[in-house]
């Protein structure tokens, strides 16, 4: 019998060009919204106020975007990052080219763009994530390119070792 319970990808698992699909998808919904906007005290009116939204060009309240950028990301953690990141180094170039809408289904996907191991930290190295979200009608709704450190698969499988195993 075969056990499983990793999940995430170590460093020399990672190859540029690979593509990773997030399944399932998520969607959003106005408590999301209204949580994440108050919590992180973003009072724009076009996130909460659906009748000053009603009287924008959107026609209707906006999902606040850090938030997309967020379960994007998130979206991604249990195929790549889950148990095999030491920590997020940065985030840039991050575009939200249509917008996102309560009731919308997002599905992530994300591209490595790069992988080196470190010269300063052996055992580790950094990769470059593009994250893109895109809406059930195929629309871009969010990119974003992140920078992670990683453990290759010898140090992170001996760290995440069971005890007594």
Partial sequence: ??????????????????????????????????????????????????????????????????????????????????????????????TFPAPVFVGDTVFAETEVRSVRESRSRPGQGVVEFEHRGHNRRGELVCSARRSALMFTRAVGESRNAAPGR
């Fill in 1 to 94: 019998m075969t056990v499983h319970t990793r999940r995430g990808r170590y460093l020399d698992e990672l190859v540029v060009g690979d593509i990773y699909r997030h399944r399932p998808g998520r969607t959003v919904t106005d408590a999301d919204n209204v949580l994440f906007t108050t919590m992180t005290m973003n009072t724009q009116s076009l996130h909460l106020d659906a009748d000053y939204a009603s009287r924008t060009e959107f026609g209707r309240v906006l999902v606040n975007s850090l938030f997309t950028m967020s379960f994007v990301v998130g979206l991604s953690v249990a195929d790549l990052t889950d148990g095999t990141t030491v920590a997020n180094l940065g985030f840039r170039e991050i």
